[in-house]
């Protein structure tokens, strides 16, 4: 919150139009970019492992089971998420499913995903209004396609979010984070990595095919995964996540202001970190 006024108050005070300030609704939430390149063929997956990490979900063992799929859109344009959980808590709904910043390590502690993927730093209020996703935090799945009711065991359900992105380098680049499942009340109930587990070159059917739940790479021809599913090794070369929101940059004009924009965009980046 407080980073989040200092980002507004440092754009106004130059005078660089930030996101935040283009929009000509009422609304003074940042836009987050829709992502018009994300690399074709790249599906990543996260599915969530056998026991909870809030035990008392399931006080006999067990987990929410299920995964989520994602792959480019069809002219690279947004990413479809095919999101697919079943065995559901029988109670403590609506649940909510978000991007969080952070992967799970290795001990599978939820709470370290940290937030929600969040590179325009709205922050957590207001509530994201879905009829104006752009001003939702990118991570915030639920948030802009429906949270999960409750008195239902399984949940399944295909979209295409033009905000998170498959492309390595930017904020909203998600391949190499987490999401996390909670209960309405946001306790953590479980979190998974994603992983690339397949990059063909060929186009987008192949993210709305199932693998069969064997570890054999059997998913569809298309797909070249050779059943080894990377765990999460960051790529460390790129290091950049500078959020998407570089469209205040060209609006900025002059060279003057394209520098200022360029330290307000890494200064946001920090705040965004801290
Ligand atoms: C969801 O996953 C279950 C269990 O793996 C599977 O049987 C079902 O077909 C999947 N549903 C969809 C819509 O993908
Ligand atoms: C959240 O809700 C669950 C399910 O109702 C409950 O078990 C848990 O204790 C709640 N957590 C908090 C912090 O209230
Ligand atoms: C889980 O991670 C959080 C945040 O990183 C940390 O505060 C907490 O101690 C960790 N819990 C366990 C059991 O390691
Ligand atoms: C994930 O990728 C983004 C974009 O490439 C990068 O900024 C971020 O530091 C990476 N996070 C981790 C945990 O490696
Ligand atoms: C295939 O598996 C090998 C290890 O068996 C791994 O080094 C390689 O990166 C994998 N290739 C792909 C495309 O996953
Ligand atoms: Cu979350």
């Known amino acids: 919150m407080r980073s989040q006024t200092a980002i507004s108050l440092l754009f106004a005070a130059v005078g660089i139009p930030a996101a935040a300030a283009q929009s000509s609704t009422a609304s003074a939430l940042p836009k987050a970019s829709a992502v018009a390149n994300n690399p074709a063929g790249m599906v990543y997956k996260a599915t969530l492992p056998d026991e909870a990490f809030f035990k008392p979900a399931y006080p006999e063992g067990g987990n929410v089971k299920g995964e989520i799929t994602a792959v480019a859109g069809p002219d690279q344009s947004g990413v479809i998420f095919k999101v697919n959980f079943s065995n559901l808590p029988k109670s403590g709904g609506p649940f909510t499913y978000h991007l969080h910043v952070a992967p799970v390590p290795e001990d599978g502690n939820c709470t370290a995903t940290l937030a929600h993927l969040d590179p325009t730093a709205r922050g957590e209020a207001p509530p994201c209004d879905p009829a104006d996703a752009e001003t939702c935090q990118v991570g915030d799945l639920s948030g802009k396609f429906g949270k999960i ?63 069969g739940p064997a570890s054999t790479a059997s998913g569809s021809p298309s797909m070249t995964a050779n059943g080894t599913i990377p765990h999460s090794s960051a790529p460390t070369s790129v290091q950049t996540s500078a959020p998407s929101q570089t469209s205040a940059i060209p609006a900025a004009g002059s060279n003057i202001k394209a520098g200022w924009a360029s330290a307000l965009v890494l200064a946001a980046a920090i705040m965004f970190v801290l």
Not at 166 to 174: C, K, M, P, Q, S
């Open 149 to 211: 009711p409750e008195n239902q065991d399984a949940f399944s359900m295909t979209y295409t979010d033009k905000y998170a992105s498959t492309l390595e380098g930017i904020g909203a680049f998600f391949g190499n984070r987490s999401f996390v499942f909670h209960y309405a009340n946001k306790t953590r109930i479980s979190c998974a990595n994603f992983a690339l587990v397949a990059s063909s070159g060929s186009p987008t059917e192949s993210a709305c095919e199932e693998p």
